[in-house]
């Protein structure tokens, strides 16, 4: 029971991480554009405007990902309650993959939104 415990809670760190820093970059973007902290990209950290954008882009989808996240994780980690260890930790290291898979793959609508919104240079294309 100890090792599922251990489990559920490592499989819940990364829906909170997408909850916590999606709720951030909605709040609050970084100020300065910087290479240490936030969605850093090429086209990203063109100037104030694209880092903005894609701060507010990516904490909207980060917050709908780990709202989803959080209790489909949930949902997996007790269809393995009792099991053995083995096979609560196959299918813990799974559900991480899989959430760590989405979390890159959230660089993809956000790059395409910015390429949509912003021309190469960084200026905003009038829609």
Not at 10 to 36: E, H, Q, Y
Not at 104 to 115: C, G, R, V, Y
């Given at each position: 029971?100890?090792?599922?415990?251990?489990?559920?809670?490592?499989?819940?760190?990364?829906?909170?991480?997408?909850?916590?820093?999606?709720?951030?970059?909605?709040?609050?973007?970084?100020?300065?554009?910087?290479?240490?902290?936030?969605?850093?990209?090429?086209?990203?950290?063109?100037?104030?405007?694209?880092?903005?954008?894609?701060?507010?882009?990516?904490?909207?989808?980060?917050?709908?990902?780990?709202?989803?996240?959080l209790p489909a994780s949930c949902?997996?980690?007790?269809?393995?309650?009792?099991?053995?260890?083995?096979?609560?930790?196959?299918?813990?290291?799974?559900?991480?993959?899989?959430?760590?898979?989405?979390?890159?793959?959230?660089?993809?609508?956000?790059?395409?939104?910015?390429?949509?919104?912003?021309?190469?240079y960084g200026r905003a294309r009038?829609?």
């Amino acid at each position: 029971m100890g090792f599922w415990v251990f489990m559920l809670v490592m499989v819940l760190l990364i829906p909170c991480t997408f909850i916590g820093f999606g709720f951030l970059f909605l709040k609050k973007i970084p100020r300065n554009i910087n290479g240490a902290f936030g969605y850093r990209t090429r086209r990203s950290m063109q100037n104030k405007e694209t880092w903005a954008f894609a701060h507010r882009y990516i904490g909207k989808l980060w917050m709908i990902c780990g709202i989803i996240l959080l209790p489909a994780s949930c949902v997996c980690m007790l269809l393995v309650l009792g099991k053995s260890d083995e096979l609560v930790g196959t299918i813990g290291a799974v559900v991480e993959m899989l959430e760590i898979g989405l979390m890159l793959i959230s660089i993809i609508p956000t790059e395409q939104a910015l390429k949509k919104n912003f021309d190469e240079y960084g200026r905003a294309r009038s829609l």
